[in-house]
């Protein structure tokens, strides 16, 4: 007979996307991974049909799938929307998963349970112009050899590479937390800072502001050494 609902469902974090909430809800259900699952479950694994497929989930879990659309990415042909964020697909990491070595672990401590399923993805992490953690200052970590899929599969890759990532956890560099990686996380998930001067800007144009004073400010202090 074919599975009406899952018995077991991880409880909602706030700030996650809804391909994280998908790879919990595979690993706290002891599934190897998000494609198994669809598999077990006679579900389509292709990109296309990822709307469908995690409405069927969510409500085979007993949740709302519109509690996510806000931590969740939107294409269109040439941007991706995060919420009410725009900004350019190249930049967005739509198949692998990335992740802060140290977030993940201080989850993996902090939880119960099967050791994927105590983590999650969280929405900044899916966006390269954030370079490093906001809360740890670490570079940001990328699920490397793994095959690619129709969406992340955090809780898979952290399963299988648990010690791996612990390792690098231990070795990260960690620095105070980059101010335009604060700034970025906190636009992202509306939460105003004191630059509230640059929030009537999009968020792309913000980086291309602060990309230019950089470069701006690099070459004055060239001339000025040759000078």
């Not at 085979?60 to 969740?72: L, N, Q, S």
């Amino acid at each position: 007979m074919k599975m009406q609902r899952f018995e077991i469902v991880p409880p909602l974090r706030e700030y996650e996307t809804s391909d994280s909430f998908v790879s919990r809800l595979a690993a706290l259900n002891q599934i190897a991974s998000v494609v198994d699952m669809c598999r077990l479950l006679g579900e389509s694994s292709e990109r296309a049909n990822v709307g469908p497929r995690f409405r069927r989930f969510a409500k085979m879990a007993g949740v709302d799938p519109t509690r996510f659309e806000k931590h969740t990415l939107k294409f269109t042909r040439f941007h991706a929307l995060i919420g009410d964020h725009r900004i350019k697909t190249a930049e967005v990491f739509k198949s692998q998963s990335r992740f802060c070595p140290k977030c993940v672990i201080e989850d993996v401590n902090a939880g119960n349970g099967p050791i994927g399923a105590r983590t999650f993805q969280r929405m900044w992490w899916l966006w390269a112009e954030i370079e490093r953690c906001p809360d740890h200052g670490c570079k940001m970590a990328l699920a490397e050899g793994e095959p690619r899929s129709f969406a992340p599969d955090l809780c898979s890759y952290v399963t299988r590479h648990h010690e791996k990532i612990a390792t690098m956890a231990s070795k990260a560099d960690t620095f105070a937390a980059h101010p335009m990686d604060i700034y970025l996380r906190e636009r992202m998930i509306d939460r105003s800072m004191p630059t509230d001067m640059l929030d009537e800007l999009p968020v792309a144009y913000v980086v291309r502001l602060c990309e230019a004073v950089g470069r701006a400010a690099l070459s004055n202090t060239d001339r000025n050494r040759h000078s």
